[in-house]
């Protein structure tokens, strides 16, 4: 019940900062894009998360330590610190670009940065659900075992490759090009989590090091 508690306390809290993050420097309440990407978020994580609360409900809690002071490694701190200025920097320049017209994205494609939210989000689910031990945060737990199979068959860190369809889809469906101004920093502050992280898989996590050399790419397929 404790999880429960937390789930539910954490989704209307998000969905609230969310939404204030958007319509009040939009200065509207008339903006359908912000609308429809709520929506696309709630339905794309509250789903999957009743889904983990029913059939590993660990794998959930692991998900909602989140945050800097979640960390043990100093780098991933700083990281972690950066990205929570990142989103919803990202959050409102999008809805300032929709307001000021600085860009005009066509509906077709708020809906294509819908369904690249979607996807983003539904990635991340299904790599908690293949892998329990996908925390929020960077550790190795005792007793945990080297996952190599599904999507990590593909690349080592898929849960940070559904993050990247989350960064480029935000700003398209919030009706704006400007927000992806935001996406450079968003992907050099992963990398640099991806390298620490390798770094304390290798030395802790068991058999870590062979896996590395049968799947070759990191975060995307033939290119890194």
């Known amino acids: 019940m404790k999880t429960v508690g937390k789930g539910l306390l954490s989704a209307a809290l998000g969905l609230i900062a969310f939404g204030l993050l958007l319509f009040v420097p939009a200065g509207t309440l008339h903006y359908w894009q912000a609308w429809v990407f709520l929506a696309v ?29 979640a960390e043990t490694r100093t780098l991933q701190r700083v990281v972690i610190t950066v990205i929570f200025i990142c989103f919803p920097a990202m959050f409102v320049l999008s809805a300032l670009d929709h307001r000021l017209g600085w860009s005009t994205v066509p509906t077709p494609v708020c809906l294509f940065g819908d369904v690249l939210v979607a996807t983003g989000l539904g990635v ?78 290798t030395e802790e996590l068991s058999g870590y090091r062979e896996y590395t050399r049968r799947v070759r790419y990191r975060l995307v397929p033939y290119l890194w």
């Open 41 to 69: 978020f709630a339905v794309s994580t509250w789903i999957p998360s009743i889904y983990l609360l029913r059939t590993n409900p660990a794998a959930l809690d692991r998900r909602m330590r989140v945050g800097p002071l």
């Open 124 to 201: 991340a689910m299904l790599v908690v659900a293949q892998n329990g031990y996908a925390a929020a945060n960077v550790t190795v737990e005792s007793g945990q075992t080297l996952v190599s199979t599904g999507l990590y068959g593909l690349v080592r860190h898929p849960m940070y490759t559904g993050n990247v369809f989350l960064m480029v889809g935000v700003p398209l469906a919030l009706d704006s090009y400007w927000g992806l101004v935001v996406l450079p920093v968003g992907l050099i502050v992963l990398v640099l989590r991806i390298r620490d992280e390798e770094r304390l898989l």
